[in-house]
């Protein structure tokens, strides 16, 4: 910008009135002017050019993330609902596993009871004259069977 000592202003003074070397300063001042402007001007459009290339990476880079966060709450809400599916699987496999460990202990009761009937007619046979025991089988807690006869 030009200041008001080195170029010679028009207040005051009659356009018509002033000199030729006047003009000519005056003309001086107002092409430097003019070239500092476009200097700064130019200086501005690359400033704003690089600005305008560090948005569009920052926007390429946010939709970047954007798409990884996406991804990862999809890949997320796929795993719990995974795990939900294997509880309830697990929670029936464990129920169903409960109910055929009883049937079989239920069946092996009563096989354990059917042998002892065939073992018991089986022994009232071979051995007409021995006394008859009524025996009760019943587990004794550790794992063994206490048989109790009256």
């Known amino acids: 910008m030009k200041s008001p000592d080195s170029c010679p202003s028009e207040g005051g003074i009659g356009f018509s ?4 070397a006047e003009l000519q ?25 690089s600005r305008n290339q560090e948005t569009v990476l920052l926007q390429e880079q946010t939709k970047a993330f954007k798409e990884d966060f996406e991804s990862e709450r ?31 202990m239920q069946d092996l009761q009563q096989r354990r009871q059917a042998a002892l009937n065939f073992h018991r007619q089986e022994y009232e046979r071979t051995h007409p004259n021995a006394p008859v025991y009524a025996c009760d089988s019943h ?10 006869c009256m």
């Open 25 to 49: 300063k005056e003309n001086s001042c107002l092409k430097e002017e003019v070239q500092k402007l476009l200097k700064r001007n130019r200086e501005l459009e690359n400033h704003l050019q």
């Open 139 to 148: 587990a004794n807690g550790e794992g063994e069977d206490e048989i109790d």
């Open 17 to 20: 009135q002033k000199s030729l």
């Open 74 to 104: 999809r890949d997320r809400e796929r795993a719990q609902s995974r795990i939900a599916d294997l509880e309830t699987e697990l929670s029936i496999v464990k129920r169903e596993l409960h109910q055929y460990n009883l049937r079989e």
